[in-house]
C-alpha cells in the first residue's frame, strides 16, 4: 500500500482533546452495526474537516482500525492542510480520480504516520462531483472499506450548498451534525436535519462546536447523542 507523509504532529489544547475524545467514546457506544459515519455541516467553516480528522486520529491512536474519506470533492482542504505527499515523491492520486478512472480502490487508500489509519484524499477539487456521487461506484467503496476498517469516517461537503451531502448519507450508516455555535439559526439546523432524515440518514449526534459556557469560556467542542 502506497505510504503518505502528513502533519499530525500539532498538539490540541487539552479542552479540545479531552471533547474529541468523549466524543469517540460515545461513536463507541454506538454498536457494531454503525460503521460508516458520515460528519457533515451545514454551512461551511463550522469545523466539520477538523472535527471528523480528529476523530479518525483518536480511534486509530486507541488502536481501532480506522479510515478517513475526504469525500468534500468541490472544496477540500485537506491534503494542503496537512502538508500530505507520497512519502517516495511520486504523484497522488485520490477519491475523485477513482470514481472517475478504472483502478483498484488499494491505490488510492494511503497508509499514515498512524500505524491504524489509513486516509483517502482528495487531491484535486472538481466543479462537480454529483455524477460521480450518483454511479454504484462510491457506495460500492463505502461497503468495501467497512469490510477491511472498524470505522469509516466521511468527511463531505456542507448540506446548505449541495445536495452531495444528502447523496453520502444515504450510503452511510449514519450522520453526525456539526454546529458552529452562534452562527447558524435554528431554522437552518431543522433543515439539515430534514435533508437527513429525507435521505434516510440515521442521526447518531450532534457536535456543538465553540460553545459558550454559562462562566463565558469557550468550549470547542460539545457532544450531544441525538436521540
Not at 477540500?76 to 480520480?97: C, F, P, Q, R, T
Not at 467497512?146 to 461537503?157: L, N, Q
Given at each position: 500500500?502506497?505510504?503518505?507523509?502528513m502533519?499530525?504532529?500539532?498538539?490540541?489544547?487539552?479542552?479540545?482533546?479531552?471533547?474529541?475524545?468523549?466524543?469517540?467514546?460515545?461513536?463507541?457506544?454506538?454498536?457494531?452495526?454503525?460503521?460508516?459515519?458520515?460528519?457533515?455541516?451545514?454551512?461551511?467553516?463550522?469545523?466539520?474537516?477538523?472535527?471528523?480528522?480528529?476523530?479518525?486520529?483518536?480511534?486509530?491512536?486507541?488502536?481501532?482500525?480506522?479510515?478517513?474519506?475526504?469525500?468534500?470533492?468541490?472544496?477540500?482542504?485537506?491534503?494542503?492542510?496537512?502538508?500530505?505527499?507520497?512519502?517516495?515523491?511520486?504523484?497522488?492520486?485520490?477519491?475523485?480520480?477513482?470514481?472517475?478512472?478504472?483502478?483498484?480502490?488499494?491505490?488510492?487508500?494511503?497508509?499514515?504516520?498512524?500505524?491504524n489509519?489509513?486516509?483517502?484524499?482528495?487531491?484535486?477539487?472538481?466543479?462537480?462531483?454529483?455524477?460521480?456521487?450518483?454511479?454504484?461506484?462510491?457506495?460500492?467503496?463505502?461497503?468495501?472499506?467497512?469490510?477491511?476498517?472498524?470505522?469509516?469516517?466521511?468527511?463531505?461537503?456542507?448540506?446548505?450548498?449541495?445536495?452531495?451531502?444528502?447523496?453520502?448519507?444515504?450510503?452511510?450508516?449514519?450522520?453526525?451534525?456539526?454546529?458552529?455555535?452562534g452562527?447558524?439559526?435554528?431554522?437552518?439546523?431543522?433543515?439539515?436535519?430534514?435533508?437527513?432524515?429525507?435521505?434516510?440518514?440515521?442521526?447518531?449526534?450532534?457536535?456543538?462546536?465553540?460553545?459558550?459556557?454559562?462562566?463565558?469560556?469557550?468550549?470547542?467542542?460539545?457532544?450531544?447523542?441525538?436521540?
Amino acid at each position: 500500500m502506497n505510504k503518505i507523509k502528513m502533519d499530525l504532529t500539532k498538539e490540541l489544547p487539552y479542552a479540545v482533546e479531552e471533547s474529541i475524545n468523549r466524543l469517540r467514546i460515545n461513536v463507541s457506544f454506538l454498536g457494531n452495526e454503525i460503521k460508516k459515519i458520515m460528519v457533515v455541516s451545514t454551512m461551511p467553516n463550522e469545523g466539520k474537516s477538523f472535527v471528523t480528522l480528529q476523530m479518525w486520529r483518536q480511534m486509530a491512536s486507541a488502536g481501532i482500525k480506522s479510515v478517513f474519506v475526504d469525500g468534500d470533492m468541490r472544496n477540500s482542504v485537506i491534503v494542503n492542510k496537512y502538508g500530505i505527499e507520497k512519502e517516495d515523491g511520486s504523484e497522488m492520486k485520490g477519491l475523485a480520480h477513482y470514481l472517475a478512472e478504472e483502478f483498484p480502490l488499494e491505490n488510492v487508500v494511503y497508509n499514515t504516520p498512524l500505524e491504524n489509519g489509513d486516509i483517502i484524499p482528495n487531491v484535486e477539487n472538481i466543479i462537480n462531483p454529483s455524477m460521480l456521487l450518483e454511479s454504484d461506484k462510491f457506495g460500492n467503496m463505502l461497503n468495501q472499506l467497512a469490510e477491511d476498517y472498524r470505522y469509516v469516517f466521511v468527511d463531505a461537503p456542507p448540506l446548505g450548498l449541495v445536495s452531495d451531502a444528502e447523496k453520502i448519507g444515504s450510503m452511510c450508516d449514519g450522520a453526525i451534525l456539526v454546529i458552529r455555535s452562534g452562527e447558524i439559526s435554528k431554522s437552518e439546523v431543522k433543515s439539515s436535519i430534514k435533508q437527513l432524515e429525507r435521505s434516510e440518514c440515521k442521526i447518531l449526534g450532534v457536535v456543538l462546536n465553540r460553545a459558550t459556557d454559562a462562566k463565558g469560556k469557550k468550549n470547542k467542542k460539545k457532544y450531544y447523542n441525538g436521540k
